[in-house]
């Protein structure tokens, strides 16, 4: 399994270096065929770094939609995301979810305790993003909103005793390399590649992510 961590210290985690947001963006919908848009950015105020929204207690500074149309505005055109972040350079990148994936949303901990399960499982992960606000993101194929609460019961656990969070459509993930105010940036658990480009389904997954959790809490 291809750049997994075995345990929770980040500095082990790949980083992207040397690309700008643009690049970045540009690849993730020229080379994955994801969604992206902007999002905010980070500002620096009085040698502070602020969320562009201007809310002095944003919960995600720099890391989240700039615009409350946000799903229209997200494209799959490398063209048209380049244009976007030209006229913005230092806006984040934000994902729909729902779209070209869904994504999996587990606590750090349980995530890597989940990691090194699959790893012993031999199973084919897609990528995972390891966000500074401590949650990991389990890139699935569309369509998990809808089946990982019955998969969950049927392994035992009630959905709503576990930590374990779906994004669908209408909801969005940050992508390497945003960054979450002075708290870091969201990294890489798992890189996209040319192994993981087809996505596993939310069912192959679902078991050891809902053993994690259920261990974690």
Same mark, same amino acid.
């Given at each position: 399994m291809e750049e997994t961590i075995a345990g929770p210290e980040?500095?082990?985690?790949?980083?992207?270096?040397?690309?700008?947001?643009?690049?970045? +963006?540009?690849?993730?919908a020229e080379e994955r065929h994801w969604d992206?848009?902007?999002?905010?950015?980070?500002?620096?105020?009085?040698?502070?770094?602020?969320?562009?929204?201007?809310?002095t207690a944003c919960a995600a500074p720099g890391a989240h939609p700039s615009r409350e149309d946000w799903a229209t505005q997200a494209t799959g055109s490398a063209t048209v995301a380049r244009r976007m972040?030209?006229?913005?350079?230092?806006a984040s990148i934000l994902l729909p979810?729902?779209?070209?994936? *869904?994504?999996?949303?587990? &606590? *750090?901990?349980?995530?890597?305790?989940?990691?090194?399960? #699959?790893? &012993? #499982?031999?199973?084919?992960?897609?990528?995972?993003?390891?966000?500074?606000?401590? &949650? #990991?993101h389990f890139f699935v194929l569309p369509g998990a909103t809808a089946k990982v609460p019955d998969l969950v019961r049927r392994l035992g656990w009630a959905p709503s005793s576990l930590d374990l969070v779906v994004l669908g459509e209408g909801s969005f993930v940050a992508a390497p390399p945003t960054r979450y105010g002075s708290s870091g940036?969201?990294?890489? +658990?798992?890189?996209?590649?040319?192994?993981? &480009?087809w996505l596993p389904d939310a069912e192959e997954l679902i078991s050891p992510l809902a053993y994690a959790c259920g261990r974690d809490r």
């Amino acid at each position: 399994m291809e750049e997994t961590i075995a345990g929770p210290e980040a500095a082990q985690i790949p980083k992207q270096r040397g690309e700008s947001l643009l690049e970045t +963006a540009v690849r993730y919908a020229e080379e994955r065929h994801w969604d992206v848009f902007p999002g905010t950015w980070l500002e620096a105020v009085d040698g502070v770094q602020r969320c562009s929204c201007g809310d002095t207690a944003c919960a995600a500074p720099g890391a989240h939609p700039s615009r409350e149309d946000w799903a229209t505005q997200a494209t799959g055109s490398a063209t048209v995301a380049r244009r976007m972040w030209q006229k913005q350079p230092a806006a984040s990148i934000l994902l729909p979810t729902g779209r070209t994936f *869904d994504a999996i949303s587990v &606590r *750090d901990t349980a995530g890597f305790l989940a990691l090194a399960r #699959m790893e &012993r #499982m031999e199973l084919t992960l897609g990528p995972v993003t390891l966000t500074p606000d401590r &949650r #990991m993101h389990f890139f699935v194929l569309p369509g998990a909103t809808a089946k990982v609460p019955d998969l969950v019961r049927r392994l035992g656990w009630a959905p709503s005793s576990l930590d374990l969070v779906v994004l669908g459509e209408g909801s969005f993930v940050a992508a390497p390399p945003t960054r979450y105010g002075s708290s870091g940036a969201v990294q890489w +658990a798992c890189r996209p590649t040319a192994a993981n &480009r087809w996505l596993p389904d939310a069912e192959e997954l679902i078991s050891p992510l809902a053993y994690a959790c259920g261990r974690d809490r």
